[in-house]
């Protein structure tokens, strides 16, 4: 019976985890769906953190794989405007802080946070862009 428990409990913290990222890569702008692909999954998160593609390379490295996915972490939390107390949140309790980001009142900012990146919006959906605010500055 305590088997069944924890194993339902387990099952329970992944179908959350899933529906979490899935609603995290939504928010920022990418298919929901790419985040339950492995590695295509990692390469979007870095494209939500505005970091190269490449950086998928390092997580084959040993230690260096631990410091780029923490650096990731971090990284993301800035983008949804949330600072490394977060980031120590997500560490240590993911499965309480990811669905307080995903379906929570945090907006995605742009990449680590970027000030100069803001939302547009079309006739799909929420679409990030980079909108130069110098351009719209009404002082020029």
């Keep these: 019976m305590l088997f069944l428990f924890f194993g339902l409990l387990y099952i329970g913290i992944i ?38 593609a490449w950086w998928t390379l390092l997580l084959f490295v040993p230690i260096v794989n631990i410091v780029i996915l923490i650096w990731t972490l971090n990284l993301l939390c800035k983008s949804f405007g949330k600072d490394e107390g977060y980031t120590v949140g997500m ?16 907006v995605y900012l742009g990449p680590a946070g970027d000030p100069d990146y803001q939302f547009a919006r ?19």
Excluded: C, R
Excluded at 26 to 42: H, L, N, R, T
Excluded at 91 to 106: N, Y
Excluded at 130 to 140: G, I, R
């Design 15 to 52: 179908i959350l985890a899933i529906v979490s990222w899935w609603k995290l890569f939504e928010k920022a702008g990418k298919p929901g769906w790419a985040s339950i692909v492995p590695i295509y999954g990692f390469i979007v998160q870095l494209e939500i953190v505005g970091k190269p």
């Design 91 to 106: 560490l240590f309790l993911g499965f309480i802080f990811l669905p307080m980001l995903a379906f929570g009142d945090a």
């Design 122 to 140: 079309n006739t799909y959906g929420t679409v990030p862009i980079p909108v130069n605010k110098d351009l719209y500055n009404s002082n020029n």
